[in-house]
């Protein structure tokens, strides 16, 4: 019964693990496109002003 309590509480912490670097994936991923969007558009608009 032991052993049965170790194994389930051993996959229960890799589930818990997993979903936290999947979520670190994610919130990594979303903070790279906003920071290269606000890039792309500081160049731009330093393009545009160099063109008038």
Known sequence: MIGLSVAVG??????FWA????AGAV???AILAV?????LWWIGRRL???RR
């Not at 051993?10 to 589930?15: G, K, Y």
């Not at 979903?19 to 999947?22: A, C, Y």
Request: hydrophobic content about 65%.
């Open 27 to 29: 919130a990594g991923a």
């Open 35 to 39: 920071v290269a969007s606000a890039a």
């Open 10 to 15: 051993r996959f229960v912490e890799a589930l």
């Open 19 to 22: 979903i936290f670097r999947v």
């Open 48 to 50: 545009l002003r160099r």
